[in-house]
């Protein structure tokens, strides 16, 4: 799957556990990003993840909850956007957000928070696309919408709407 994301140019390939380390490689920019998990076996969850309770919500749901979103035979986790009309986030604010969320801070990234459910969550890998002329949430569509016709209409596992 890298092979084919970096084909259609996407950069980074960096696990959360480096990008916590040094977030310095991500570009601010507009454009989407895609997390990834490397392995294909059936994941183990956590009944309480790291994510951060934003306005005192819990962002955990039941494991059954979990097992019923896993997409099988599927590396794509999340798919994400960053900027566009009306919105200044770069790529790198979002994912230092989406990071920060997933270390147990109050942050709004409510979309991908299934991730920080998942026993393996750092080591998942985050690549992204800078957008110079398209406008990100198109892109985060369409590609929402190609996941799904590849996996029987199911959107990736962490992404909550189309």
Known sequence: MQNELRAKGFSGFITFQELIKDSTLIPS??????????????????????????????????????????????????????????????????IEQYIKFGQGKPIGHKGGRYIWQLADAYSLIVCWKILSKEEP???????????????????PFANLKD
């Open 29 to 94: 920019q507009k454009g989407v990003y895609i997390v990834l998990r490397d392995n294909m076996e059936k994941p183990h969850f956590v009944p309480k993840g790291t994510g951060g309770f934003f306005k005192q919500k819990d962002p955990n749901i039941a494991i059954a909850e979990l097992e019923k979103k896993w997409v099988d035979n599927s590396s794509i986790l999340y798919i994400g956007k960053a900027g566009g009309e009306n919105n200044r986030a770069t790529l790198k604010s979002r």
């Open 137 to 155: 949430r198109e892109v985060e569509k369409q590609m929402i919408q190609e996941f799904k016709e590849k996996h029987e209409g199911k959107r």
